[in-house]
C-alpha cells in the first residue's frame, strides 16, 4: 500500500496580492446571484458527531455537493457566475444586475447574442458550463482528457453542448479548448484554472465556489460552531482550494483556521511545489491515471497557487485507497449520524483525515496539523456518485477502483 505523504508549508510569503480575488463583497455578489437560480436550493452541511468522537476531534462537518442543483458536484457555482459575469462585462453592467430572469429574458439575449464557451473538463465543470450555457441560451463545446467515462460524456451531451473524449490528459485538452475558442468567432474559454495572461475568468469562477464556502461558514454558525479550528480541501489545479482558503481567511482575518490541502499522489503539483519549498510552482505531466478523476490536474492555477502558498498549513500526496477508504466511511457512517454519498474526488479529504486519526504511522502528520480532541474539522464533499459504476464497485465490491 502506497503511503500518504506530506510537506509542511515553509515557502516564501508573496504580498498576498491575490487575496481580494476572494473579498467578501465579491462573494455576497456570487451568491446572490446563485440563489436566483430556480434550481437554488443551499446543499446540506453533514455533521457527524459520532464519527468526531471515534476519530478523536471535538466536531466533524462534511458540506455534501451532491445535492448541488441536480448536478452532483459543486462545480456549476463556477462556471455559471464566470458566464453570467462575461456576459454582464459585454454588455455594460455589473453582474448584481444581472440575476437568473434577467439573463435568460428575451431582452438580454437580444442585447448579447450568442457565444460559444469552450471548455476542457474531467467531467464535473463541463457539465456545469453546459447546464448552465443550455439555461442561458448559449453555446458550449467541450473536451474530456482520455480515460474519462462514457456516463460523465453523455452527461454533458444531454445538455446540448458539443462534447469529446481526446486521447490528451487534461492540461493538453486545456490547450486545446483556448485554441479553439481563440480561432472561433464569439469563442471563449472559460476554464476553471489561470495561467499568465488567462487570470479574470478563472478569478470569477473562483468567487463562484465562494457560494459554497459562504453557505458552510453559516451552516456552521447555526450548527452551533462559530469557526471551524481546521478547514480540509481537495485540490486539482487548486481553485476550489484557493476560494475555499481565501473565503475563510478573509472571513477570519484575525484567526484564521489551520487550512489543509489533498491531492492524488500522481498529480500532486500543489504538494510538490510546497515540498520544493522555494515558492515556484511545479508541474506534472503524464497521464496521471487515479480513481480521483477531479483531482487529475498536474499544473497549479496561479492566482489560486499565491493564496495557497501564503495561507496552507500541510499539503497532503494521497493514494487512491485513502479516497477509497473516505467513500466508503461516509456511506456507512456510525449509526445515529447522517450519511453522505461522496464520490472519488470528493471523499478524499475525509479519507485522509480518517488515516491520519487512527492509523499510527500519521501520528506526526496528525501533529503537524495540530489536530486534536479540540479540533472542529470542516471539509468539502464535493461530488457524489459522478461515475456511478465505478462509486459501486468501491464502496459496495470493496474494489479498488
Ligand atoms: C468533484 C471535484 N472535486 C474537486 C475538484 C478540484 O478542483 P480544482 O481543480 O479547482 O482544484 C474537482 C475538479 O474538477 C472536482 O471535479
Given at each position: 500500500m ?5 510537506a ?14 476572494m473579498?467578501l463583497?465579491?462573494?455576497?455578489k ?6 436566483s ?23 466533524v ?88 467515462t462514457?456516463t460523465?460524456?453523455e ?8 462534447v469529446?473524449?481526446t ?8 490547450r486545446?479548448?483556448?485554441?479553439e ?15 499568465d495572461?488567462?487570470e ?10 465562494g ?52 491531492e492524488a ?26 480513481i ?10 496561479t492566482?489560486?497557487?499565491d ?72 471539509l ?15 464502496v ?6
Amino acid at each position: 500500500m502506497d503511503s500518504i505523504k506530506w510537506a509542511v508549508n515553509q515557502m516564501p510569503k508573496t504580498d498576498d496580492s491575490q487575496l481580494p480575488v476572494m473579498a467578501l463583497t465579491e462573494i455576497q455578489k456570487a451568491r446572490a446571484f446563485h440563489e436566483s437560480f430556480p434550481q437554488y436550493t443551499q446543499t446540506p452541511l453533514a455533521k457527524l458527531d459520532h464519527m468526531a468522537a471515534y476519530l478523536g476531534v471535538n466536531q466533524v462537518f462534511v458540506k455534501d455537493e451532491s445535492y448541488r442543483f441536480g448536478l452532483n458536484a459543486f462545480k456549476v457555482l463556477g462556471g455559471s457566475f464566470a458566464m453570467a459575469r462575461y456576459i454582464a462585462k459585454e454588455t455594460g453592467k455589473d453582474v448584481s444586475e444581472l440575476p437568473y430572469a434577467v439573463l435568460t429574458s428575451d431582452k438580454l439575449r437580444e442585447e448579447f447574442g450568442q457565444a460559444t464557451f469552450f471548455t476542457a473538463t474531467d467531467g464535473n465543470h463541463g457539465r456545469g458550463v453546459a447546464w448552465a450555457a443550455n439555461r442561458l441560451g448559449q453555446k458550449a463545446v467541450v473536451h474530456m482528457p482520455k480515460g474519462t467515462t462514457q456516463t460523465r460524456l453523455e452527461n454533458i451531451k444531454k445538455e446540448g453542448a458539443s462534447v469529446d473524449i481526446t486521447d490528451m490528459n487534461y492540461d493538453d485538452c486545456v490547450r486545446l479548448a483556448a485554441k479553439e475558442a481563440a480561432e472561433t468567432e464569439r469563442g471563449v474559454v472559460v476554464q476553471d484554472t489561470a495561467w499568465d495572461g488567462y487570470e479574470e475568468i478563472p478569478a470569477w469562477i473562483m468567487q463562484g465556489y465562494g457560494t459554497m464556502a459562504a453557505e458552510a461558514s453559516e451552516q456552521l454558525k447555526a450548527a452551533g460552531c462559530e469557526r471551524p479550528t481546521h478547514v480540509f480541501v481537495q485540490a486539482g489545479v487548486g481553485s476550489l482550494a484557493g476560494a475555499v482558503v481565501g473565503y475563510f481567511t478573509n472571513l477570519y482575518p484575525d484567526n484564521p483556521p489551520t487550512f489543509v490541502v489533498v491531492e492524488a499522489d500522481v498529480a500532486a503539483c500543489l504538494y510538490k511545489g510546497a515540498a520544493a519549498g522555494d515558492g515556484k510552482p511545479r508541474i506534472v505531466d503524464g497521464d496521471m491515471q487515479t480513481i480521483m478523476a477531479g483531482l487529475a490536474c498536474g499544473e497549479p492555477n496561479t492566482i489560486s497557487w499565491d493564496i495557497l502558498k501564503n495561507h496552507v498549513k500541510v499539503f497532503i500526496s494521497a493514494p487512491d485507497w485513502v479516497a477509497a477508504k473516505g467513500m466508503r466511511m461516509l456511506s456507512a457512517p456510525i449509526k445515529g449520524d447522517p450519511q453522505v454519498t461522496s464520490g472519488e474526488s470528493g471523499a478524499a479529504p475525509f479519507g485522509a483525515l480518517a488515516a491520519m486519526m487512527t492509523m499510527e504511522e500519521y501520528k506526526e502528520l496528525r501533529n503537524d496539523i495540530g489536530l486534536d480532541e479540540n479540533s472542529k474539522v470542516l471539509l468539502f464533499s464535493t461530488e457524489g456518485d459522478t461515475d456511478p459504476e465505478r462509486y459501486k464497485n468501491i464502496v459496495w465490491e470493496g474494489k479498488e477502483r
